[in-house]
């Protein structure tokens, strides 16, 4: 059963949500539901131009709480933990020329 689901519309809400400095890699999921660090989750998520959502089991690292500075949004960072260099790559393929931008994220 997942627990979350997010859908990436766009190559910029992928970016804002990917999390590279968590390794080997993370996803920020938008949610006002209550989290706590170290929960285990499991994520679906739709990539841009996707049909199918992709899965993962993971762990909750990141807490941005309502009301979090910046104007960053309420949810939690989340860890992949299984087959997380398949989700890495499929992220990183999409985001090859974002990665290097200086944009803010959801996260820092």
Excluded at 55 to 67: A, K, R
Aim: one cysteine or more; a negative charge.
């Amino acid at each position: 059963m997942v627990d979350l689901i997010v859908n990436f519309d766009t190559l910029h809400q992928l970016y804002r949500a990917y999390m590279p400095f968590i390794q080997p890699a993370g996803l920020f999921v938008t949610t006002t539901e209550g989290h706590f660090l170290g929960q285990e989750m499991r994520i679906g998520y739709r990539l841009p131009g996707a049909t199918g959502i992709n899965e993962f089991q993971g762990v909750v690292v990141w807490i941005n709480p309502l009301g979090a500075s910046g104007g960053r949004p309420a949810g939690v960072g989340v860890k992949i933990l299984s087959e997380a260099q398949e989700h890495k790559q499929r992220i990183e393929n999409l985001l090859s020329r974002e990665l290097a931008s200086g944009d803010l994220t959801c996260t820092m």
